[in-house]
């Protein structure tokens, strides 16, 4: 087969992949995940249903790939954040606040119903390791700096970290989010004894 005949091919399934993702993600946020069908799916996304049963099995199918996208773009969003700051202690708080935004920004998946389908996975499972992982490191590599408290284990502080930022989700501001990655930044100092 020709390359350019290949490149084609592949521009278009990328393309109607992308198009029955972004249709899906539109209906389930209108309409909500247990309402959205493949029928209803193939006509938002203008492709025939035999169309769409060639890409994806079905709803839960499309969504986790929706969703396996969505954790790809914030844990790149979260790796930009770091790369962008120019020592250990700005990388953090970059991360931390780039953190905090998606959570805001996702709501904390007030949507039960979704968020219990899409992270059950080992998908998520992973992602969630990695930014575990990342937080760990800047926060070891803080540490041994001396700018970050070193009396509690750097993993520790990660998953503190991490759930106080969760509260983000449900935040009505973004300067509420702020003040919350603010007090979070400010747990993490020197000079407080661990219990």
Known sequence: MPKLWSETIETHRRDVRDAVIAATARLVAAEGPLSVTMSRIAEESGIGRATLYKYFPDVEAILLAWHDRQIAEHLERLAHASADAEDVDERLESVLRAYASIVHESHGHRNSELAALLHRSERVARAERELHEMVRDLLAA?????????????????????????????????????????????????GVPAP
């Open 142 to 190: 803080a540490a041994a700096r001396g700018t970050v408290r070193d009396d509690v284990p750097a993993g520790e502080l990660a998953s503190y970290c991490l759930s106080a930022l969760a509260a983000a989700g449900a935040l009505p501001s973004r300067a509420a989010v702020r003040r919350l990655v603010a007090v979070t930044v400010a747990g993490l100092r020197p």
